[in-house]
Nanobody, 126 residues
Framework: QVQLVESGGGLVQPGDSLRLSCGASGRTFSSYVMGWFRRAPGKEREFVGGITWNGSRTKYADSVKGRFTISRDNAKNTVFLEMNSLKPEDTAVYYC???????????????????WGQGTQVTVSS
């Protein structure tokens, strides 16, 4: 069993930055792909980005590429989502998830992720 807890959400203005964190407890964290997803009001949950088990590779949705950066600290069982140049359309509940398949590739499919956090709200508004 793995528990994931997101933090760092809040209300910011367009153009601002925000850093989300996701702490993991339970089974070994360092062997698994971590993903970030988001659900905007009235929309389906969508892939934001992911990072491989050792942080060597990342993948991002086109909508956030160049603005968002994912990193991880395996010693602290934590993954981060650095969000810059935020736009109102980035408003959503953000979720982290773990793909519990050791050393797997980054998947954009929600069904490939086994454990999810409860989400943290990010609101971008002037």
């Amino acid at each position: 069993q793995v528990q994931l807890v997101e933090s760092g959400g809040g209300l910011v203005q367009p153009g601002d930055s925000l850093r989300l964190s996701c702490g993991a407890s339970g089974r070994t964290f360092s062997s698994y792909v971590m993903g970030w997803f988001r659900r905007a009001p009235g929309k389906e949950r969508e892939f934001v980005g992911g990072i491989t088990w050792n942080g060597s590779r990342t993948k991002y949705a086109d909508s956030v590429k160049g603005r968002f950066t994912i990193s991880r600290d395996n010693a602290k069982n934590t993954v981060f989502l650095e969000m810059n140049s935020l736009k109102p359309e980035d408003t959503a509940v953000y979720y982290c998830a773990i793909r519990h398949n050791a050393y797997a590739f980054i998947s954009q499919s929600q069904s490939d992720y086994d454990y999810w956090g409860q989400g943290t709200q990010v609101t971008v508004s002037s």
